[in-house]
């Protein structure tokens, strides 16, 4: 009977349990202290992998606020500590990279269909090294934010791509832009590669779940080392908590039995037995968590000696909504 604090293999990855803990908004930036504080229990609780916060590559861009600088003076310091610290409880790290805007110049916020192929190019050098610089800081990994709003999954969704050149049209063509940018991490980085990717978009002919799987199919070709499933409104959408969580799930057990790496599915859970339940009786194998470790950054010490098997977390988003990397009830 498989159990969320298995050990067990995650690609290239050896994990202490199945639990992805995945990161946000960074309000600490000032307090280096106070962020190797919280890493350093979410480490020893007994999670699997950790997801870092939004780093942003780009400085003007629309969360620069709430995410932490990859160009900052402080950055790196910052990276090799946490590294250090995760490494320490036998724990690997993920880096987030993500951004909304690209700006060039000063042409602020262009627009997915008014990219040049320069663009793209300056886009995918700009992430290739953020990729070095978390290798650099000893980092596991990197994380590619293609989900949820940010700038790549507009660029892969019909919806607001309707270029008409190579990075148009059909699924491989708007994918082109960030399978490009996979082969080259793979072929000259020594990281696991992470993509988090839409399961499907409500909009009106957007993304939908037959494209995702298409995307990820695509992903996995190029050597992509897994797969993150997410909502354009995560975690807002999982209010609705039970209809959301299964249409995620039956896309996720989709997604698992079409492609042969590992596929982290998240979707608003914090009860133990019930994510036990779902290991039993799906092919899910991983499991991420966000707003649990906001509100008690070790809650799984208590799952683990069997002292409560639900986080105290309300699910309100409050540190969604205010963009904060700590808990306004506790």
């Known amino acids: 009977m498989k159990t969320i604090f298995d050990k067990c293999k995650f690609g290239d990855l050896t994990l202490n349990s199945r639990i992805i803990r995945t990161g946000l908004w960074e309000s600490q930036q000032t307090d280096l202290d106070a962020i190797y504080e919280r890493y350093e229990r979410i480490a020893s609780s007994g999670v699997g992998l950790i997801t870092s916060e939004l780093y942003s590559i780009y400085p003007k861009d629309k969360f620069i606020e709430h995410s932490f600088r990859m160009d900052s003076m402080n950055f790196m310091t910052m990276a090799r500590k946490l590294a250090e610290i995760t490494h320490s409880y036998g724990v690997p790290i993920l880096g987030q990279v993500e951004f909304i805007k690209y700006n060039r110049g000063i042409d602020l916020d262009i627009s997915v269909n008014d990219l040049t192929v320069d663009d793209i190019r300056k886009i995918q050098s700009d992430v290739i090294e953020a990729a070095q610089k978390l290798q650099y800081a000893g980092f596991d990994g990197i994380q590619l934010a293609v989900g949820n709003n940010f700038f790549l999954s507009k660029f892969i969704n019909p919806y607001y791509n309707q270029r008409e050149d190579d990075y148009g049209g059909n699924v491989l063509n708007r994918m082109r832009m960030v399978l490009e940018l996979v082969k080259v991490m793979k072929d000259n980085l020594d990281l696991h590669v992470s993509v988090k990717v839409n399961s499907f978009d409500e909009r009106k002919d957007g993304f939908d779940s037959s494209e995702s799987l298409e995307a990820c199919k695509l992903l996995e070709k190029v050597g992509v080392d897994s797969i993150q499933v997410?909502?354009?409104?995560?975690?807002?959408?999982?209010?609705?908590?039970?209809?959301?969580?299964?249409?995620?799930i039956d896309y996720t057990t989709e997604l698992i039995d079409s492609v042969d790496v590992p596929v982290i599915v998240g979707g608003g859970f914090n009860n133990m037995n019930h994510m036990n339940e779902l290991l039993n009786s799906t092919n899910i194998e991983y499991m991420s968590m966000y707003r649990p470790f906001v509100c008690e950054n070790d809650f799984l010490k208590n799952w683990k000696n069997g002292s409560c098997d639900e986080s105290r977390c309300l699910m309100c988003n409050s540190c969604y909504r205010t963009k904060k990397s700590t808990c306004y009830h506790f």
């Open 230 to 248: 997410t909502r354009p409104l995560s975690p807002l959408y999982f209010t609705k908590k039970l209809s959301a969580e299964g249409e995620l």
